[in-house]
């Protein structure tokens, strides 16, 4: 069992950054693969990034390449979604997830564990 809670969402303004940090409970959390997802008013949820085990492979939507970073401190049981130059368009609310495999890392069914979410607005 993982429990996994974000934390570092908030308001800024077209241009500006934000730190992202999902803490991750469990004596395991180094074996998943850890994701995150976001969710617009109205829409679907979409993959943002996916960092896998060791933290050796990222993977990002096209969106965000450039923009966004996905990183990890196992030893803290913690992964973190840096987001720069952020735009309006990135405004959702968003969560971070574990998975037991990495085969699905993009796709919101490969994940085994999901966290409340943190919402992020960002004003033109």
């Known amino acids: 069992q993982v429990h996994l809670v974000e934390s570092g969402g908030g308001l800024v303004q077209a241009g500006g950054s934000l730190r992202l940090s999902c803490a991750a409970s469990?004596?395991?959390?180094?074996?998943?693969?850890m994701g995150w997802f976001r969710q617009a008013p109205g829409k679907e949820r979409e993959f943002v990034a996916a960092?896998?085990?060791?933290?050796?492979?990222?993977y990002y939507r096209d969106s965000v390449k450039g923009r966004f970073t996905v990183s990890r401190d196992n030893a803290k049981n913690t992964v973190y979604l840096q987001m720069n130059n952020l735009q309006p368009e990135d405004t959702a609310i968003y969560s971070c997830?574990?998975?037991?495999?990495?085969?699905?890392?993009?796709?919101?069914?490969?994940?085994?564990?999901w966290g409340q979410g943190t919402q992020v607005t960002v004003s033109s």
């Open positions: 997830a574990a998975a037991s495999s990495s085969r699905a890392v993009t796709i919101t069914w490969g994940y085994d564990y």
């Open positions: 469990g004596r395991t959390f180094s074996t998943y693969a």
């Open positions: 960092i896998t085990w060791g933290g050796v492979n990222t």
